[in-house]
């Protein structure tokens, strides 16, 4: 089965600190992982994604993530908040079939 | 810049009252999926398609929600009657399937209000 758990569903940080928002799967097959971020009022846009190969991947907006496969995790970090990165932001989980299955989200405020 | 569609933005009815939302996915894209975001429940899938054909929609209430696609440039979502615990967002997101990563491309979402 496949799932995914978000630690934290509101995460506040000061403008130019570390973003840190957790994520753990658990997957039956290899997965790719993704991060997607909802601006408000708007749909989820791509952040950037795992499938094979290197496993720290970067996306757009400075945003970068890790595979780990011993941890079950892919953790999403940015080194310095910007205001313009407050988002509900979500991780998700797809086993190789159709299906992305998505973690509950991360609210990110951020303070200025 | 291809992009989903999603009409109408935005969507007020009364209880009881038919509600069709549509979709344009981006075009060449195979896979079209129906999910529903609310605060309580979160982002949840309600269904989806690969080549036009129902793959799966266990995640929507069969009474009154149906899901189709006339055609490969059209999906449609509708809920008849509607009750105001559909109140929600409702995403459509297309996608080249598990070739591609089953990477899923976004539309704005129509925002329905059932008073």
């Known amino acids: 089965a496949q799932s995914v758990t978000q630690l934290g569903s509101h995460v506040s940080v000061s403008e130019g600190a570390l973003v840190l928002l957790r994520c753990n799967y658990s997957?039956?097959?290899?997965?790719?992982l993704f991060w997607y971020v909802q601006y408000p009022n708007q749909g989820l846009q791509l952040l950037l994604k795992?499938?094979?190969?290197?496993?720290l991947v970067k996306g757009i907006n400075g945003f970068e993530a890790e595979f780990k496969k011993s941890e079950t995790s892919f953790h999403l970090t940015k080194p310095s908040a910007h205001m313009s990165d407050a988002a509900e932001y979500f991780c998700?989980?797809?086993?190789?079939?159709?299906?992305?299955?998505f973690g509950t989200g991360t609210r990110l405020t951020v303070i200025p | 810049d291809a992009r989903v569609t999603q009409t109408p933005r935005h969507k007020v009815t009364e209880m009881g009252q038919e509600v069709t939302m549509r979709c344009q996915p981006i075009?060449?894209?195979?896979?079209v999926f129906w999910y529903r975001q609310t605060m309580m429940q979160g982002l949840e899938l309600l269904a989806y398609?690969?080549?036009?054909?129902?793959?799966?929609d266990s995640g929507m209430p069969k009474d009154r929600f149906s899901a189709e696609m006339p055609d490969a440039t059209l999906a449609t979502l509708k809920i008849q009657p509607s009750e105001p615990r559909d109140s929600a967002v409702y995403f459509c997101?297309?996608?080249?399937?598990?070739?591609?990563?089953?990477?899923?491309?976004f539309g704005p979402g129509t925002r329905l209000t059932v008073l």
């Open positions: 795992y499938t094979t190969g290197a496993t």
């Open positions: 075009l060449g894209h195979n896979t």
């Open positions: 997101a297309s996608g080249l399937g598990a070739g591609y990563n089953n990477e899923q491309f």
């Open positions: 998700a989980v797809s086993p190789g079939a159709n299906n992305l299955f």
């Open positions: 997957s039956s097959v290899p997965p790719y």
């Open positions: 398609f690969r080549n036009r054909a129902p793959l799966d």
